[in-house]
């Protein structure tokens, strides 16, 4: 078993359960709860729920947790801006893939494999990148109009934070930036001054990338994904783009 599945379930119970509230349902179905200093150790629970899974008890709570989860995820999506809600909006389709899992009891598919890719064709890029059913979050130090044509077959939201010191590459996007919203794609592009790193995010997953997209051909662009990171990393970048300033082209 790897630990992503554990890490999702640890992250959302933290984030949309309050300490009390845990614990008051842990009771209830008389599970034993431990405790990290005064806070009750989450992952341990999960652990044992993941990988004693063919326990009646433990499917009930599971049954009964992630809807009550995936409900308070969808709740703050709807009633906060995507600028509040970056760790919301890619947490919603792991709890849905988790709740169908659980639903249909077929535990063997609860292990989620990573998945690294490599590209150096753009049109292979844009094609995988096209796939993404959510929010597609791009994090890159560099962008121009290379940058829109890898982003093609997006066909939901696309949010692009760049660094703020690339000035003349950035204002070069502009007519391309034109034509790209023109063909009715959505994209908000935002500038920080501290950008060190470049990331994909959609899907409820994250990939580190290994050059730019404005390198793609001939460079080979390598994507690792995320996994015990990844909150910490959506986290971040949600911070950032709070932080960052409005391209307005």
Known sequence: MENETIDILADAMREYFGDYELEELCSRFGLELERTGIHPDRKK???????????DTHIRFLETVLPKLLKRCEDRILNTTWEMNVFDEHMLPQL???????????SADLRSQTSNRSFTKRSKLAEFLGATQTVLAIVDTHADATTLECLEGVKRPIRLLVGQSEKDIIDDIGEALTQFRQQGHEIEIRRHLKLNDRFHIFNGRCWMASCSLTEVDPVRLCLIECVDTKSAIIKEIGR??????????
Not at 240 to 249: D, H, I, S, T
Request: hydrophobic share 35%; glycine share 10%.
């Open 45 to 55: 629970l999960v652990s044992r729920l993941v990988e004693q899974k063919y326990r």
């Open 240 to 249: 950032k783009w709070r932080e960052g300033k409005v391209f307005l082209k």
């Open 96 to 106: 849905k893939k988790l709740q169908n899992l659980v639903g249909g009891r077929n």
